[in-house]
């Protein structure tokens, strides 16, 4: 009989990390880091007998660990997408430089995400030791990310990492129709909130620029650099912004664009993306960045919650001019910034607090499924599986599991390291 081992995420988003034992072989799905002081990741798990990890996506609380583990043997061998694979190596490499080496592996360790990886692609069924299979299926989140679908013992366990069923100018929607499963490791991020219609999002966001622009200020959009920033390119791209207005790009969504370019299989209009991509300009230095603000436009710039980056740079020259907006554009977690500057109209950055004279508005891009989109996802899928609930604020892994019971389905919301037979 299978076991599987819940090593993190449990009633917490980060240190994602999944074990799952067959007899003397094992396999991972994830190994990610939680951001703290200092950073935390799974236990460290033996590697004996360890056949190989699967990863969902590039998130480093879904990968910010591998390097960790691929140290340890260098037969060990990662299995994701390509795309998740590079864009895996850029996040880890900027984690290595903000956290000053304060993590337990060398620079020259990350690359063996690329060396240890074996690139691999949707639906493709692989075998991994004597024990496993694993499947990869779209799951809707950012480019390359996917659900992970394992066979051990008989038994088939679906691990969703995190996922968006409904497509976006960026990424097409998780797989639909997914195949049967007995168990179910899900995600539930937004197991207590409900997103408005895209479109409607898309909408309110280019007014807020068209009114920006229309008295003559700058728009500055702090975004994630993987994912949010590409998408909200494309939706530029589509509303045909990318020709009327300048629109700036900074810090490492620069390199982002140039892996996603490379891996146009993963992006819901390659067109768009390319057009998009080939139109806005490049921040060089901290001279472009002076004259894009006297120039007026959108600036695009990491990080998505002003948590630092250029994004920071910025912020100190748009804040205290009325012409000007703040956008933000995903969750902004209690404690930053951004979540500052929603609440109060203030922003903390090093010593200074900052009272905001800019416009600042908040129009979400969820990348992750809401609670109607993920019970409908889930309840989709056959063989009336054993749900497992991770990766929520404990309230939101409750949430989930009393829905899926009251639909009639079996739901756990496990602790962590501890084990269940398969
Ligand atoms: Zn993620």
Same mark, same amino acid.
């Given at each position: 009989?299978?076991?599987?081992?819940?090593?993190?995420?449990?009633?917490?988003?980060?240190?994602?990390?999944?074990?799952?034992?067959?007899?003397?072989?094992?396999?991972?799905?994830?190994?990610?880091?939680?951001?703290?002081?200092?950073?935390?990741?799974?236990?460290?798990?033996?590697?004996?007998?360890?056949?190989?990890?699967?990863?969902?996506?590039?998130?480093?609380?879904?990968?910010?660990?591998?390097?960790?583990?691929?140290?340890?043997?260098?037969?060990?061998?990662?299995?994701?997408?390509?795309?998740?694979?590079?864009?895996?190596?850029?996040?880890?490499?900027?984690?290595?430089?903000?956290?000053?080496?304060?993590?337990?592996?060398?620079?020259?360790?990350?690359?063996? +995400?690329?060396?240890?990886?074996?690139?691999?692609?949707?639906? /493709?069924?692989?075998?991994?030791?004597?024990?496993?299979?694993?499947?990869?299926?779209?799951?809707?989140?950012?480019?390359?990310?996917?659900?992970?679908?394992?066979?051990?013992?008989?038994?088939?366990?679906?691990?969703?990492?995190?996922?968006?069923?409904?497509?976006?100018?960026?990424?097409?929607?998780?797989?639909?129709?997914?195949?049967?499963?007995?168990? #179910? !490791?899900?995600?539930?991020?937004?197991?207590?909130?409900?997103?408005?219609?895209?479109?409607?999002? /898309?909408?309110?966001?280019?007014?807020?620029?068209?009114?920006?622009?229309?008295?003559?200020?700058?728009?500055?959009?702090?975004?994630?650099? +993987?994912?949010?920033?590409?998408?909200?390119?494309?939706?530029?791209?589509?509303?045909?912004?990318?020709?009327?207005?300048?629109?700036?790009?900074?810090?490492?969504?620069?390199?982002?664009?140039?892996?996603?370019?490379?891996?146009?299989?993963?992006?819901?209009?390659?067109?768009?993306?390319?057009?998009?991509?080939?139109?806005?300009? #490049?921040?060089?230095?901290?001279?472009?960045?002076?004259?894009? #603000?006297?120039?007026?436009?959108?600036?695009?710039?990491?990080?998505?919650? $002003?948590?630092?980056?250029?994004?920071?740079?910025?912020?100190?020259?748009?804040?205290?001019?009325?012409?000007?907006?703040?956008?933000? !554009?995903?969750?902004?977690?209690?404690?930053?910034?951004?979540?500052?500057?929603?609440?109060?109209?203030?922003?903390?950055?090093?010593?200074?607090?900052?009272? +905001?004279?800019?416009?600042?508005?908040?129009?979400? $891009?969820?990348?992750?499924?809401?609670?109607?989109?993920?019970?409908?996802?889930?309840?989709?899928?056959?063989?009336?599986?054993?749900?497992?609930? +991770?990766?929520?604020?404990?309230?939101?892994?409750? #949430?989930?599991?009393?829905?899926?019971?009251?639909?009639?389905?079996?739901?756990?919301?496990?602790?962590?390291?501890?084990?269940? /037979? !398969?």
């Amino acid at each position: 009989m299978a076991q599987l081992t819940f090593l993190g995420s449990c009633r917490e988003i980060g240190r994602s990390g999944f074990l799952v034992e067959d007899g003397s072989e094992s396999m991972l799905v994830d190994y990610g880091v939680k951001f703290q002081d200092p950073p935390a990741f799974p236990d460290m798990i033996s590697t004996d007998g360890l056949q190989g990890i699967a990863v969902t996506h590039a998130h480093l609380d879904h990968s910010g660990g591998l390097p960790r583990i691929l140290l340890r043997d260098s037969d060990l061998t990662l299995f994701c997408t390509p795309a998740t694979r590079d864009l895996s190596v850029i996040l880890l490499r900027d984690m290595h430089t903000i956290s000053k080496g304060r993590v337990p592996f060398s620079r020259k360790d990350i690359m063996r +995400v690329k060396r240890q990886c074996e690139p691999t692609s949707y639906e /493709e069924t692989i075998p991994l030791g004597r024990r496993f299979e694993i499947t990869l299926f779209n799951a809707g989140h950012i480019p390359g990310s996917a659900m992970v679908s394992v066979r051990a013992d008989g038994k088939r366990i679906l691990f969703t990492g995190d996922f968006n069923a409904i497509e976006s100018q960026l990424n097409p929607g998780a797989r639909n129709n997914l195949p049967r499963h007995d168990i #179910v !490791v899900t995600e539930s991020t937004y197991a207590r909130r409900i997103n408005p219609p895209r479109e409607k999002i /898309e909408q309110e966001l280019i007014e807020t620029i068209e009114m920006t622009m229309a008295r003559g200020g700058v728009v500055l959009i702090p975004a994630f650099a +993987v994912g949010r920033s590409q998408e909200i390119m494309c939706i530029l791209e589509r509303y045909g912004f990318t020709r009327k207005y300048p629109i700036y790009i900074d810090g490492l969504a620069r390199k982002v664009n140039d892996i996603l370019m490379r891996h146009p299989q993963y992006i819901m209009s390659p067109h768009t993306f390319e057009r998009a991509v080939s139109r806005v300009r #490049v921040i060089e230095d901290h001279t472009d960045r002076v004259r894009a #603000v006297r120039r007026g436009g959108i600036i695009i710039s990491p990080a998505g919650m $002003l948590k630092g980056g250029a994004s920071h740079t910025y912020f100190k020259m748009v804040h205290d001019d009325e012409r000007n907006s703040i956008v933000l !554009v995903s969750f902004q977690i209690p404690g930053t910034p951004g979540a500052e500057l929603l609440a109060r109209r203030k922003v903390t950055v090093g010593r200074r607090t900052f009272d +905001v004279e800019a416009d600042v508005f908040y129009h979400h $891009l969820s990348s992750h499924s809401d609670s109607r989109g993920l019970l409908t996802h889930l309840l989709n899928i056959p063989g009336d599986p054993l749900f497992y609930i +991770v990766h929520g604020e404990s309230e939101s892994c409750d #949430v989930l599991a009393e829905k899926l019971k009251k639909n009639g389905r079996r739901a756990v919301v496990p602790e962590t390291n501890e084990m269940f /037979e !398969v």
